[in-house]
Each structure stands twice: as structure tokens, then as C-alpha cells.
Nanobody, 115 residues
Framework: VQLVESGGGLVQPGGSLRLSCAAS????????MSWYRQAPGKERELVAT????????NYADSMKGRFTISRDNAKNTVYLQMNSLNPEDTAVYYC?????????WGQGTQVTVSS
């Protein structure tokens, strides 16, 4: 099983990034997918979740209207489009696959928002 995040980097305040998480080794379309993030010295927090079919999406309040989660089950990939980024969005971003009691995590990708 692998979840490989990509797309992180350094971006200026107000900028955008799109993260990708490529999955392999399990039946991707059976799993809900989530993005989490962890800033230095803080606990990991949920950013957004999308259902296995993509028909349902939920966001943390601070990300609503700025972030969009999506998935392509044909490509076994989940995405996180992040707009209007600010320095408080600086963190390592992780993707997670979950189905009942089974869950898998990626290794994370660093996002740094700074001028």
C-alpha cells in the first residue's frame, strides 16, 4: 500500500497550490479520502474529506471557500486545491485513506506560505 503526496512547495501569501495524492496497493474507489495537516508544534488537524464516490465533501471551517478536495477514481488520485493561502496554512499536508477500521497514511508534503 502506498499513498504518495506531491505538489507542495513555497508559495507567496495569496497564492495557490494543488496537492496530489497517488494511491496504490488497495481498491482506491472503496475508500474515503482525507487531507490532514500538521504545523510545527501543533497537532495534526483534518482539512477535508471526500467520500469514496466523490459525492460528499466536508471541510474544516477555516478552509471552507478556500480549499477544494476532489478525486479521480480512474487515476487513483485525490487532490487538494488550495487558494488564498496565508502563512497560517504552512504545514506538512498528509493524505489518508479510510474504510471502516482500516486506514493508510502518506508521508506528507511540505507547504510553506511566505513572502
Amino acid at each position: 500500500v502506498q499513498l504518495v503526496e506531491s505538489g507542495g512547495g513555497l508559495v507567496q501569501p495569496g497564492g495557490s497550490l494543488r496537492l496530489s495524492c497517488a494511491a496504490s496497493g488497495f481498491t482506491f474507489s472503496n475508500y474515503a479520502m482525507s487531507w490532514y495537516r500538521q504545523a510545527p508544534g501543533k497537532e495534526r488537524e483534518l482539512v477535508a474529506t471526500i467520500s469514496s464516490s466523490g459525492g460528499s465533501r466536508n471541510y474544516a471551517d477555516s478552509m471552507k471557500g478556500r480549499f477544494t478536495i476532489s478525486r479521480d477514481n480512474a487515476k487513483n488520485t485525490v487532490y487538494l486545491q488550495m487558494n488564498s493561502l496565508n502563512p497560517e496554512d504552512t504545514a506538512v499536508y498528509y493524505c489518508r485513506a479510510a474504510r471502516f477500521v482500516t486506514n493508510y497514511w502518506g508521508q506528507g508534503t511540505q507547504v510553506t506560505v511566505s513572502s
